[in-house]
């Protein structure tokens, strides 16, 4: 991803970031954070795992290992360093949940 649309008001991510790795996770966001004016919100909808969960299998055989689930804590810290900061989770009655984000 090179560019996305600049001076949205929301920026909204649906099971993108656990497709990725870090390095390649952080580059969509930094790319999302360019086109975000200061008052815009990154929205995430992925699932986030317990800390005593265990990597899942079919994620490694399908996307080669690269791929990853993360804790809550794990995505405030890829989130961090392309200028955001996770205000709040919000849990849904599925596996998913939306990590709501701004910059920081």
């Known amino acids: 991803m090179t560019s996305i649309p600049k001076g ?3 920026y909204f991510l649906t099971s993108v970031l656990h497709d ?3 390095e390649d996770a952080s580059a969509i966001l930094r790319t999302c954070r360019q086109a975000m004016g200061p008052a815009s919100r990154l929205l995430l ?3 986030i795992v317990s800390v005593a ?7 490694m055989v399908s996307y080669g290992g690269d791929a990853r689930d993360r804790t809550e804590a794990e995505f405030a810290r890829l989130l961090e360093p392309s200028g955001f900061e996770l ?3 919000v849990p849904t ?3 998913v949940s939306l990590l709501e984000a701004s910059i920081a």
Do not use: F, T
């Not at 969960?53 to 994620?59: E, T, V």
């Open 53 to 59: 969960s265990a990597p899942r299998l079919i994620m």
């Open 87 to 89: 205000k709040r989770v």
């Open 8 to 10: 949205g008001d929301a």
């Open 45 to 47: 909808v992925e699932e």
């Open 93 to 95: 009655a599925g596996e």
């Open 20 to 22: 990725w790795g870090d």
